[in-house]
């Protein structure tokens, strides 16, 4: 998606990795950018765009340029083809695809790979009669040569061939040209021919040209309407600039010259604006800038400067600022000017500075004299027109009530990063009533609470409505119990007396509010510890208590589970039929004792009566008498001699031994109360009823574990 404006009539396109315009554009676009996409071919239906004045189609793909390439579109104005891949002019068909946008006054063509300026086969290199400005700035040209490439162009003003490999500039032809910009190129030598064909050339930039050198002979390089100048950062050694009679502005810093002659710029009767910093200039001489009548501004800082001859700047009477900042001045001589009203001598290691030094200065308004060895300023130097005194980073400790005394219109002081220790006095500052700002900061000053001058200055700098210094600038150095507090700070007890006593019975205040607000905090900081450990402790019990249900649910549903398994447990004698009444008649008699169900013997009787292969009957009935069980023996008498199929179902059957407690759960059980008691009287439907009584007989027992009177469940 583009980005229009509110009317439509600009869109934004660009960085949308488009290879064509999008749809849907309005017809009546006046700006459109569809920079930085991935167009390789030039956009067709611009042709319809007939409104459009600004497009900007840079940092694609474009190779050539068609013939008709701009037809219907007769409202452009600026064309942007920057940052495409165009190697050739023939490309760009010169001839004909500028002649259709009648109104097209800018064509950026840098940053393509055109290398050279030539002759194109009787072709001009560009045809257009509205086009003014020119860019071909980072374009790898490194000559310019044959037919002039600006012949085709009759109403060019502005052509730029920055930071190109250019070593020589020729038959550059134009009659309109105005501004040429040669910045960061190769050029080495300017011939005098290479100018006189551009008589209405205005600007020259030339600076960062490391190697150029401005010829020596004084009318080599000639440019009648040459005004401004620019050859900085290059390796001019001598000015020469005689050639141009009409110049206004000349920016010639950092380069090589080294000295001045005299009369140097005697036929630059228009100069304004002179720039000579960052050289290596090492003296002047009193008539080195003789002819300058129209000169305005001088800089000279950062040279090698020691003198300054008294009278050399009364030849510039129109000079206003003068900058000699950064050379090796020692004294501030006796300099004379009816105009300067901006004099930086910084930074020069000035030590002394002559009481009549600045009468000869009768407009001077601003004086800089920062960064000096200044260790004092002598009585009474005069000025009647010296507003702003810089006097900031010397080493000057002492001033006194003549120091400012003929500074009438003296507005702003700074003496920052001295070495002043005594506190100043309101006194000094009688002569001054126009002073507004005073910058004290950053000195060493002497704190005496006690000495009523210091209250008295720290009000007259800091207080309202002639405020001249912020208090907080105003630092004590000593005593050593202020140092670092500001004299506000260090003294307020003893200028506000009164306040000692408010502000002790405030202190005091304060220590019990903060007692009582501890004590609180503690109080409450104890409630709440002790309103956790009492939840923690509640909780941990809740805990318990679930714990200990959780257990009894689980031992409730293991008696229930073995409840409902034992209740569900069949009956063991149901499990085998008895035998018929006839099978029991022809049943041999069992060589084994056989037991009542409701016997209860340990295991060393269980063994002692395994050791015994028969009994009689009567002992069948001692046994049952001595034990206390219950047995139902019939009448009828077991034969000892067994066929071989009973034997061999009798040692299959295992013998079934019951406790008296066994048979009573027996009796009860489910089994036992289905079973029919007259199975056995099925052949004769005779009824049989049978009687069981338990008798209570305590067995014989060596040890008891219960009392004599208690009786048992076993013994039933």
Not at 614 to 635: F, Y
Request: with cysteine; net charge neutral; hydrophobic share 35%.
């Amino acid at each position: 998606m583009c980005i229009c404006s509110a009317d439509k009539t600009s869109v934004d396109c660009s960085r949308r990795g488009l290879t064509d315009l999008p749809a849907g554009l309005n017809t009546e676009v006046r700006s459109l950018n569809i920079s930085n996409n991935e167009i390789s071919t030039f956009p067709r239906t611009l042709s319809r765009f007939y409104t459009l004045v600004s497009l900007d189609i840079s940092g694609n793909r474009l190779t050539e340029l068609p013939g008709d390439a701009l037809s219907n579109v007769t409202s452009l104005e600026v064309l942007n083809l920057s940052k495409n891949y165009f190697d050739s002019w023939l490309t760009l068909n010169p001839n004909d695809v500028l002649q259709q946008a009648v109104k097209l006054k800018l064509l950026d063509l840098s940053n393509n790979k055109f290398k050279t300026m030539g002759n194109l086969a009787n072709q001009e290199l560009l045809i257009s009669s509205s086009l003014e400005t020119l860019i071909l700035d980072s374009c790898e040209i490194d000559s310019i040569h044959g037919r002039s490439p600006l012949s085709g162009l009759s109403n060019i003003k502005v052509l730029k061939l920055n930071n190109n490999p250019i070593v020589r500039i020729q038959n550059l032809i134009s009659s309109t040209l105005k501004s040429l910009y040669l910045n960061n190129c190769d050029l080495t030598t300017i011939d005098h021919n290479e100018l006189k064909y551009l008589p209405a050339l205005l600007s020259l930039k030339m600076s960062h040209n490391y190697r150029l050198e401005l010829s020596a002979s004084a009318y080599n390089l000639f440019s009648e309407s040459l005004k401004y100048l620019d050859i900085s950062y290059c390796n001019v050694l001598q000015p020469n600039l005689q050639g141009f009679p009409n110049l206004k502005k000349v920016i010639l810093n950092h380069n090589m010259v080294r000295s001045l002659r005299s009369h140097e710029f005697s036929n630059n009767t228009k100069l304004e604006y002179l720039d000579l910093s960052y050289n290596s200039i090492g003296s002047l001489k009193s008539d080195t800038f003789k002819g300058l009548s129209m000169l305005k501004y001088l800089d000279l800082s950062w040279n090698e400067i020691a003198t300054v001859p008294e009278d050399t700047l009364l030849d510039m009477p129109s000079l206003t600022q003068l900058k000699l900042a950064r050379n090796y001045l020692t004294r501030v001589g006796h300099l004379k000017s009816h105009s300067i009203t901006l004099l930086d001598i910084s930074s020069c290691e000035i030590s002394t500075i002559g009481k009549d030094s600045l009468e000869g200065l009768q407009s001077l308004v601003d004086l800089d004299l920062s960064r000096n060895l200044l260790s004092y300023i002598p009585d009474s130097i005069s000025s009647n027109t010296l507003k702003y005194l810089n006097l900031n980073y010397n080493r000057i400790s002492y001033v006194n009530n003549f120091t400012f005394f003929m500074l009438p219109r003296l507005t702003g002081l700074a003496v920052v990063g001295n070495r002043f220790t005594t506190i100043w006095r309101r006194s000094y500052f009688a002569s001054n009533p126009y002073l507004e700002r005073l910058d004290l900061s950053d000195n060493m000053w002497r704190c005496d609470c006690n000495d009523d001058n210091m209250y008295d200055f720290y009000e007259f700098v800091t207080l309202e409505p002639n405020k001249k210094e912020e208090s907080s600038n105003l630092v004590c150095n000593s005593p050593l119990s202020a140092i670092g507090h500001s004299w506000l700070e260090a003294c307020y007890f003893i200028w506000n007396p009164t306040e000692v006593v408010q502000n002790a019975e405030s202190l005091i205040w304060f220590i019990i509010i903060m007692v009582i607000g501890l004590s609180l905090c503690l109080i409450l900081v104890n409630a709440i510890r002790r309103s956790m450990k009492r939840r923690l402790l509640a909780i941990q019990a809740e805990r318990e208590r679930q714990v200990e249900e959780a257990r009894d649910r689980l031992r409730q549903l293991r008696m229930q589970t073995e409840q409902e398994a034992l209740s569900n447990t069949p009956d063991p004698r149901d499990l085998i039929a008895p035998p018929s009444y006839d099978e029991a008649l022809s049943m041999p008699k069992l060589n084994v004792s056989c037991h009542s169900l409701n016997e209860t013997g340990t295991g060393k009787t269980r063994r002692k009566r395994g050791r015994r292969k028969t009994k009689s009957s009567g002992d069948l009935l001692e046994d049952t008498e001595r034990n206390g069980d219950v047995r139902i023996v019939d009448d009828l008498e077991l034969t000892e001699t067994l066929n071989s199929e009973t034997r061999q179902r009798t040692r299959r059957r295992r013998p079934t031994r019951y406790g008296s407690h066994e048979i009573a759960d027996l009796e009860h059980s489910p089994g036992a109360r289905r079973r029919p008691i007259t199975e056995y009287a099925e052949d004769n439907n005779d009824s049989i009823t049978m009687e069981v009584h338990a008798e209570l007989v305590r067995p014989l027992r060596g040890h008891r574990r219960y009392s004599d009177d208690e009786p048992r469940e076993s013994d039933f």
